[in-house]
């Protein structure tokens, strides 16, 4: 039987990340999903606010690989907007949750045209971090404190499947984007709570 880390709480610095991100599996699916992250929903991506400076700046190296629709809801709302919940998101296609940055190949797979930029050395920011942590979900707290918090949602269920599969942890999946905004050092902490963690179950 499998012990349930979900209730559970590491505090690493000012980070308080929830036990499933350590227990849980996780693999991105692509070839099952074909980007559906960036097209479902009901508003685009999380944004920190100095991601927005960043996304307009680098524009023209990106937005000629977004489709028609998404450089016309740039165009007309800007390079963000505030969610149902107050958030500030990327913006979306009007009438879908497409996120405005996106775009589709020549199989109609969802593809990130910032990132599909920055692989071809054209842009220097990847995308945002939201995205890049996914499924790990960032809040800053009340206190100061950011919570890592996994979010989980029925279009990734193969990916959950698969990250089992091959026994990959979520925070071992996310490696490259964890280390990149929180720092090795932090990532470290994290593989050796889950060390503790396991060798205790």
């Given amino acids: 039987m499998t012990k349930d880390y979900s209730g559970a709480i590491i505090s690493i610095g000012d980070?308080?990340?929830h036990g499933d991100v350590i227990s849980e599996y996780f693999c991105c699916d692509y070839q099952a999903c074909k980007g559906a992250c960036c097209v479902a929903g009901e508003s685009?991506?999380?944004l920190d606010v100095s991601e927005v400076r960043i996304l307009e700046r680098y524009y023209p190296c990106y937005s000629g690989l977004m489709g028609p629709d998404g450089r016309k809801a740039v165009s007309?709302?800007?390079?963000?907007?505030?969610?149902?919940?107050g958030d500030v998101?990327?913006?979306?296609?009007e009438g879908s949750?497409?996120?405005?940055y996106s775009f589709f190949d020549e199989d109609e797979n969802c593809r990130c045209s910032i990132e599909r930029s920055f692989i071809s050395g054209k842009c220097p920011f990847r995308k945002p971090v939201s995205c890049s942590l996914y499924p790990i979900r960032v809040t800053k707290l009340e206190s100061g404190f950011?919570?890592?918090?996994?979010?989980?949602?029925?279009?990734?269920?193969?990916?959950?499947?698969?990250g089992k599969d091959k026994n990959i942890?979520?925070?071992?999946?996310?490696?490259?984007a964890i280390a990149a905004r929180f720092g090795e050092?932090?990532?470290?902490?994290?593989?050796?709570?889950?060390?503790r963690f396991f060798a205790a179950s």
């Fill in 97 to 100: 949750g497409e996120c405005a």
């Fill in 76 to 85: 007309g709302r800007g390079f963000f907007e505030i969610d149902s919940d």
């Fill in 89 to 93: 998101v990327t913006p979306v296609v």
């Fill in 146 to 162: 950011l919570e890592l918090k996994l979010h989980r949602w029925e279009i990734c269920k193969n990916a959950f499947e698969l």
């Fill in 44 to 46: 685009g991506a999380p």
């Fill in 169 to 176: 942890r979520v925070f071992e999946f996310l490696h490259d």
């Fill in 15 to 17: 980070c308080l990340v």
């Fill in 185 to 195: 050092e932090f990532y470290s902490a994290l593989s050796e709570a889950s060390k």
